[in-house]
């Protein structure tokens, strides 16, 4: 599977667009509250119904793949600009519930209370399991992976011989990225305290690049050279184990609108559907829900 980039870092630290706080961390809460107020604040920005912009909000996981989407949309329909915020995917949900964002992000399931909302399956995540290249380990059970973050498996020994306390890196509640984990791994199960916790898939996979003792968890979409992905019970994390339902964390990458869509939201929406985009989606690593046509294929 060919795997993407995330844009070249041009926000600190968390790959997220919150310029009105650009030097603070916050609570998921905390950030849910800001990009709400933020957008609320900012009646410009709220114009895909009516005007020429569209606010896109919430997973940090989909929002790099969404920012290549708009900048492709917005060559073709110059005038239109389609605004594309982080937040998580809680953040998303909670802001096209208020009418902040015509466009919500999530990449986990939506939850019972939360299917009011129209949702539009874009595209399919594998969910990887990522460690520093250095690691000698490349695959582990699931019941391992638990295992060590829920902290009862707290050194390598066990995989390596080598008593070194592992690090462990995840993302932060509210996130999809860590609800799609604790769904499909933890269960009911709490994550270790002792975790880092981090506000981005980004972050997560530099953290975990730079520490050869360290674990995480992150996008298939975004794994690059810095880190490796994990098989889990033997089975590699590539688009055909995938598609073949052998590797069993896949995640979907929702879109989310308050109401059924409409107008220049409905034709970014068909657009990021269409076959163009589609194959893009391939080419970034992720698996499209909709058929293309594979070039030399």
């Known amino acids: ?59 940090t996981s989909i929002q790099p793949f969404a920012d290549k989407w708009a900048e492709v949309f917005m060559e073709k329909r110059h005038g239109v600009v389609v605004d594309v915020q982080g937040g998580g995917s809680s953040a998303g949900i909670q802001a096209v519930r208020t009418g902040a964002a015509d466009i919500g992000m999530s990449s986990r399931e939506l939850r019972d209370d939360e299917k009011e909302l129209y949702e539009i399956e874009v595209a399919r995540d594998g969910l990887a399991i990522i460690v520093h290249p250095g690691n000698p380990v490349d695959s582990l059970t699931i019941e391992e992976v638990k295992s060590i973050f829920i902290g009862e498996i707290t050194t390598w020994e066990k995989f ?40 981005s898939n980004g972050t997560v996979r530099e953290i975990v690049s730079r520490d050869p003792n360290a674990i995480g968890f992150i996008s298939l979409g975004l794994v690059n050279e810095s880190v490796k992905a994990l098989a889990l019970n033997g089975v590699k994390p590539t688009e055909e184990a995938i598609l073949n339902r052998e590797y069993r964390l896949v995640r979907p990458f929702l879109f989310l609108t308050k109401e059924a869509p409409s107008g220049l939201v409905k034709e970014f929406i068909d657009f990021v559907l269409s ?12 698996i499209p829900v909709r058929p293309i046509t594979r070039s030399g294929g």
């Open 275 to 286: 076959e163009e985009i589609q194959e893009l989606i391939h080419k970034e690593g992720l």
């Open 160 to 199: 390596t011989g080598q008593k070194k306390a592992i690090t462990v890196v995840v993302r932060e509640e509210g996130s999809g990225t860590r609800g799609a984990f604790q769904e499909m791994v933890m269960g009911k199960s709490r994550i270790s305290r002792k975790a880092i916790v981090q506000d």
């Open 1 to 59: 599977m060919r795997q993407a980039e995330e844009k070249p870092e041009h926000r600190p630290g968390s790959g997220e667009k919150f310029p009105f706080f650009p030097l603070f961390k916050f609570s998921s809460g905390s950030i849910i509250f800001i990009l709400l107020v933020a957008l609320l604040l900012f009646p410009s920005c709220r114009q895909g119904k009516s005007g020429h912009t569209i606010v896109v909000a919430g997973s």
